[in-house]
């Protein structure tokens, strides 16, 4: 059973139209601590109450989230898909230019595949291959969760935002700088140009000097930075000059 299975479960839960055994069956996944399932209760939450759908117990499942998802296109934090190379996908949907990623849903790239997108006046993120990832907004922070491979962040000046691994987080200020997070326990982190400071347990250091790099590991119960080299040069005067 997929997960986009139990994300109609959660559509139509939040509109109260489950039968039993969807219920039981949502209630099971649910109990595996599945954090993706709750961001996605909390978006559908905060719009139901204003959606307006005629006949909704004869609507099924998929029906519902659609018409959830698109109501929360006007809402929610979103992505602007700008350029692709290869392939892009959001629950196994590849994605076009000008499409939209909303916050808390999971993209991915494919093997020897980029993807270019704009957080609208926040952010604008080259998504590097064999990566996904999401991101998500509290209050006025956005935040990254990168779960495999890496991004490139370029930040606008003064905007709240951070790239968070397993185990660290990097938070920017006013930056172009990568994460890519090597394992569970490895995250790499080259500061391009601005500044930025990387919190790990037992860790924290700032970054400051153009094209400076390291290796944030965890070893038993400690957290080491190790310097690195640069691996990924970013000359794309697309990618640099893209207005936020």
Same mark, same amino acid.
């Given at each position: 059973?997929?997960?986009?299975?139990?994300?109609?479960?959660?559509?139509?839960?939040?509109?109260?139209?489950?039968?039993?055994?969807?219920?039981?069956?949502?209630?099971?996944?649910?109990?595996?601590?599945?954090?993706?399932?709750?961001?996605?209760?909390?978006?559908?939450?905060?719009?139901?109450?204003?959606?307006?759908?005629?006949?909704?117990?004869?609507?099924?499942?998929?029906?519902?989230?659609?018409?959830?998802?698109?109501?929360?296109?006007?809402?929610?934090?979103?992505?602007?898909?700008?350029?692709?190379?290869?392939?892009?996908?959001?629950?196994?949907?590849?994605?076009?230019?000008?499409?939209?990623?909303?916050?808390?849903?999971?993209?991915?790239?494919?093997?020897?595949?980029?993807?270019?997108?704009?957080?609208?006046?926040?952010?604008?993120?080259?998504?590097?291959?064999?990566?996904?990832?999401?991101?998500?907004?509290?209050? !006025?922070?956005?935040?990254?969760?990168?779960?495999?491979?890496?991004?490139?962040?370029?930040?606008?000046?003064?905007?709240?935002?951070?790239?968070?691994?397993?185990?660290?987080?990097?938070?920017?200020?006013?930056?172009?700088?990568?994460?890519?997070?090597?394992?569970?326990?490895?995250?790499?982190?080259?500061?391009?140009?601005?500044?930025?400071?990387?919190?790990?347990?037992?860790?924290?250091?700032?970054?400051?000097?153009?094209?400076?790099?390291?290796?944030?590991?965890?070893?038993?119960?400690?957290?080491?930075?190790?310097? !690195?080299?640069?691996?990924?040069?970013?000359? !794309?005067?697309?990618?640099?000059?893209?207005?936020?």
């Amino acid at each position: 059973m997929n997960h986009t299975y139990f994300e109609e479960l959660i559509a139509a839960e939040t509109l109260g139209t489950l039968s039993v055994k969807e219920k039981a069956a949502l209630q099971r996944h649910r109990s595996a601590g599945c954090e993706r399932c709750q961001r996605m209760h909390h978006q559908f939450a905060s719009v139901s109450s204003a959606l307006a759908l005629p006949s909704i117990e004869r609507m099924p499942a998929s029906s519902v989230k659609m018409a959830l998802l698109h109501r929360l296109q006007n809402q929610a934090l979103y992505a602007h898909v700008l350029r692709t190379q290869g392939r892009l996908t959001l629950n196994g949907q590849r994605l076009k230019p000008q499409t939209k990623i909303l916050s808390g849903q999971t993209f991915s790239t494919g093997h020897r595949s980029t993807a270019d997108l704009r957080i609208p006046n926040i952010a604008i993120l080259r998504v590097g291959q064999k990566t996904r990832a999401y991101f998500v907004q509290q209050k !006025d922070q956005v935040t990254v969760e990168l779960e495999t491979g890496f991004i490139i962040s370029r930040v606008k000046t003064g905007t709240p935002y951070t790239v968070h691994t397993a185990a660290t987080t990097v938070e920017a200020r006013g930056t172009l700088f990568i994460v890519k997070k090597e394992s569970a326990r490895a995250t790499y982190v080259c500061l391009c140009q601005g500044k930025i400071l990387i919190s790990a347990p037992d860790l924290q250091q700032e970054l400051s000097g153009d094209h400076e790099a390291v290796l944030i590991r965890q070893e038993r119960s400690r957290t080491h930075s190790v310097p !690195d080299t640069l691996r990924h040069h970013i000359g !794309d005067q697309t990618f640099l000059t893209e207005s936020f």
